[in-house]
């Protein structure tokens, strides 16, 4: 009875079971609009995570019961996610070309501009590499970083350096502009450009070097809703709100 | 001075080894002891695998050890060689390879190590077996090979750790020829350790009994068989041990019984002395014979073996004594486990010597 | 009889259900690909390099592994000394660390400003990040507790008794290791040399972490898979079937003659 037969049998079984349950949770991307939740799943770009998360608990105090979950990686990363069903409710995106990969079936609102930031040159306090302008970066015995192409940050790096000429001595191109930021704050890297916020929230970990405004980019951060429950059109509202709008400020953004 | 003196003292664990130990060249010594006695550490402080904490190694002249002298040759740097019960040939090179290793690791080059493999292999029979793996041998040929490796340095000292141990009896007894035949050949000093009595008979010069680390006796295979000093050497050479007080001409106080034989020595110190009795002299009745037998005993038996036509009688009496007796006399005799008997022995059959 | 059948029953359902865990995954990828565009995807210019860079990068991790691994397991393996217990615990570390964990480690050690890299640079003028030596170092450090602990293994299970023998027949306690030890381990050292390659071609974390990722010089292939993921999907799945092919060869010529 036990023959091979029912054997294979019990293992298509076993398969199909196993491909059913991971079927299942890859199911839909948002969760449908069912009763009151009470939770707000936000994947945001890296640049946003002080602010975000300064922002998240001003709404959980002032809105009792409720949970924001806050998730950060480098803006194509959140795209892609998105895209392969990664549940969320908010997507904050550095940069609106970041914006266009993201598959149009998935939004829910249209898109809001939640900030803006530029680009700025970051070095470690003590400046080994001795860079104070832009044009210090394409120095031979430099170690300069920056992000990877497919990052908005990377992005609009290369076309900083284009406008300004400059074709900068690059050893390693990270995955997003936080790790871009860690070489510099643990002194492996000379210089990284990253945004000016993110120079802002390394306070003193880390020296600034301006950008000159006829070179430097200016990103968008479009703030764009997938699904539609009260508290995430609650949580959308708050994150334009003045009250938001000073964090942002706080940490380095500009605001509409 | 040639040949091996050594003056072994070391203490290991719960083991107080004490041993002087002297041969000459082409001399074959056989080592035996019970099972923890010391034998196996006494053969690795000659090859050099355990340092001495006192005394001396000297082999052909030069001193291998001296831990007080701080004298101290590493064992691939002594003239030795070593073979252990269950070969340990490399199992990845071939048994030419396997007999050239030695030569090989002195630095002689491959060819005249191959050809000095050659030779070692023919000596032990084994000329056309060259190519041959390891695993491919029988269980003796692969000691032989192992006796040939060993060789093959043209060592001074050859020691063997119970070489024929863990063979099966019918290739034990055509390796133990084919061993006597080569080492009779070897010019260096053998050292033999084993707990086969036959091996030791057969094979050796001189014997060498060590009990708990002490050397309790030596001598040639006759000496030995003629008068063992200790029941263990006893047991080995089959013969029943008493030690007792002299007490007479022709009188031996054991433990408070009285032990007829003729012309007793004058003893060792305090009179003492050893009794030996062969089992085929100790004879069995049912009841207590008559006449005027004077070893005469009461005894109850404790055990029985049945060899073949023989049977080992184990009594228990006055003291313990071993019987030997036909088959048929079991039969006759009704002999079991518990029953009582007299046992007697021909005082011409008791030996007795100073101990 | 049939509640011994009932038994194995049990047993067989967990194991196909295991099967499937490890087989899906690679189904998927080999029915995702765009079979078709293999050659085009593969054309691209960070292909190759990466590629290259994981092979050589790799090769150098086995050979120093193999040099440096080796004596140590045989260290473990003979050692009768306490503190030997604790030296494999130390050893073992890496196997559990995260390797991002063991990226921010190197750069503690090697880094600019590193306990040893600031030696190194004062001295020699040598910076060991963003370079493929800095790619060997993180797969060495991630590979090595492999391959001791499947050799130590082996070494182990090696009568020690061999080694006096070959010591009474002449041969150092170097030749001995030459010419007896690593021979008769040789099955235990393919066996942890294959582990050890696998686990450094597929490391990712202490590589970009400390390296970092420049195409050609530090982006092994983990890495360009990562990459490409965002941009050019395809490229990625293209890559990674390579990646697979590779290991499954290798690996695959390895089991039928070293390991059991």
Redesign the interface.
Known sequence: MRSLVSRVAAGVAALTLALSVVGCSAAGGAPANGPTRHTVVVLAASSLTESLTAIAKDFEATHPGTDVQLSFASSSTVVTQVNQGAPADLIALAGTSAALLLDARRIAGGSRSLASNTLEIATPPSNPGKVNAITDLSRATLKVVLCVATAPCGEAAAKVLSAAGVVAHVVSYENDVKATLAKVQLGEADAAIVYHSDVVSAGARVRGVQIPASVNQTLDYPLIRLTGDPTTVEFATFLLSDQSRKRLRENGFLTP | MTGLRADVRLTRGLLQLGVELSAQPGQIVAVLGPNGSGKTTLL?TL???IPLQHGQIQVAGSVWDNPADNVWT?????R???V?ADH?L???LSVVDNVG???R??GVPKAEARARAGVELAAVGLGDHLQVRPGELSSGQAQRVALA??LA?DPALL?LDEPLSALDPTTRAQTRADLGVRLRAFSGVTILVTHDPLDALSLADRLVFIEAGKLVQEGTPQEVIARPRDAYVAQVVGLNFLRGQRAGDQQVDVGGTIVVAPDIPAGGSGGSVCVTIPPSAVALYRTRPDGSPRNTWPVTVSDIQLIGQTARVILDGPFILAAEVTAGAVADLRLGVGQELWATVKATEVSVYPA | MRSVRWARAGLVIPAWVAIAVLVVPLLALLLKADWAGIPAHLANPTVVPALRLSLLTTSSTLVICALIGTPLAWLLARSTHRATAWLRALVTVPLVLPPVVGGVALLMAYGREGVVGRTLLEVAGWSIPFTPVAVVFAEVFVALPFYVLAVEGAMQGLDPRYDGLAATLGASPWRTFRTVVVPMVAPGIASGAALAWARALGEFGATITFAGNFPGRTQTAPLAVYVALESDPQAAIALSLVMLLISVVILGALRGRWLR
């Open positions: 690795h090859a050099g695998l590493s064992p691939e740097q002594r030795t060689g070593l252990v340990l490399f199992p990845h290793f030695g030569p690791s002195r490796r060993a340095t020691l």
